[in-house]
């Protein structure tokens, strides 16, 4: 067993002004801190070419801007993503400054060495390690391998696998080799186009079959796919009504933080709520109408609806 870190200093982990008392009870905030991968998966929507659109700063400028929001916000719920977030310059240093004041939960494809993580960042900081398993560029022995020694040193961790007609036919496989470790594997549904076709309403029958049996989600509504409706799920261009027929919290509570500072009030909205990097961003005051007719997030945070959303959204320790 590698031995973890030691224990950080942390902040105050806490929740300010009205937030800490409107569902879900934190802001939270997805960052794409970069849009480059070094996988070429063949079922990939990001495209293959090199991205341009993101800013390299010092981790100590990172930081600096995630002590501004932690000043005016409290610790804020942060999913760290990509691309791939690791192959952002002084990566791991940024993680662990900002861990010291935010819950980070960190999406990877796990290609590199676990040490970089276990021997630099508190596990304290850490609210999960989730590790995208792509078998068209890693061998499921070593992947599992990783995962288990950050799981070992004391980190969250699950196995995220998307359903792609691709790689779904060891799909189960490779959730009895998680469970005998006792890692939690996660199977959501392809959404996109694949050789000409557009999932998930072209799963033929036999992959539904597959999809039941091993009780994928959605993707997008977290239901189990024995309950989706397949024939009639479409997906297509976000279109806007005149007349909002909901009003969500998206924007208030939640952020999507692109590669180049911009920050938008979901990851399906065109309501940009200033640019984090120029120190122009801030949160709305309250919740607003949202004008997407066919909004496809299963968490989205629609008001009158929080049953069904709030517990889908990560905590504040």
């Keep these: 067993m590698i031995p973890p870190a030691e224990p950080m200093q942390r902040r105050e982990i806490a929740t300010k002004g009205f937030r800490k008392d409107t569902l879900p009870g934190r802001a939270c905030i997805t960052w794409l801190i970069n849009n480059k991968c070094n996988y070429r998966c063949s079922y990939c929507l990001n495209g293959f070419e090199e991205p341009t659109n993101f800013k390299i700063l010092p981790s100590e400028e990172w930081i600096r801007i995630w002590e501004d929001i932690y000043q005016r916000y409290g610790t804020v719920a942060m999913q760290v993503t990509g691309g791939e977030p ?6 791991f240093e940024i993680l662990k400054g900002i861990s010291l004041m935010h819950n980070i939960e960190l999406q990877t494809n796990l290609f590199w060495d676990p040490r970089l ?37 004391g980190f969250r961790v699950e196995i995220n696998y998307v359903a792609s007609p691709a790689i779904l036919e060891r799909a189960e496989e490779y959730i009895a080799g998680a469970k005998d470790k006792d890692i939690q594997f996660s199977i959501i549904s392809f959404v996109g186009e694949y050789q000409g076709k557009k999932y998930p309403e072209s799963y033929t029958q036999e992959e539904k079959d597959i999809l039941k049996k091993l ?31 909901r009003v969500c919290r998206m924007g208030q509570m939640y952020t999507w933080l692109k590669p180049d500072g ?3 009030r979901c990851c399906k909205s065109p309501l940009v709520l200033g640019n984090m990097i120029e120190g122009t961003f801030a949160f709305l005051d309250e919740a607003l109408p949202c004008k ?12 009158g609806e929080e049953d069904r959303w709030q517990d889908r959204w990560p905590g504040v320790k």
């Excluded at 993580?117 to 850490?126: F, K, P, Y």
């Excluded at 189990?224 to 007349?243: C, F, Q, R, T």
């Design 262 to 264: 911009e920050a938008m």
């Design 215 to 245: 009780n994928v989600t959605s993707g997008e509504s977290a239901e189990s796919m024995a309950n989706w409706d397949l024939e009639h799920k479409k997906v297509g261009p976000i279109k806007e009504v005149e007349v909002p027929a």
């Design 117 to 153: 993580l276990i021997d630099q960042v508190s596990a304290e900081g850490i609210s999960r390690v989730g590790g995208s398993f792509h078998p068209e560029f890693t061998p499921f022995e070593v992947f599992l391998k990783k995962i288990v020694a950050i799981r070992d040193a």
């Design 292 to 303: 997407l007719d066919n909004c496809i997030c299963w968490r989205n945070m629609t008001l």
């Design 86 to 91: 690791t192959l952002y310059p002084r990566f």
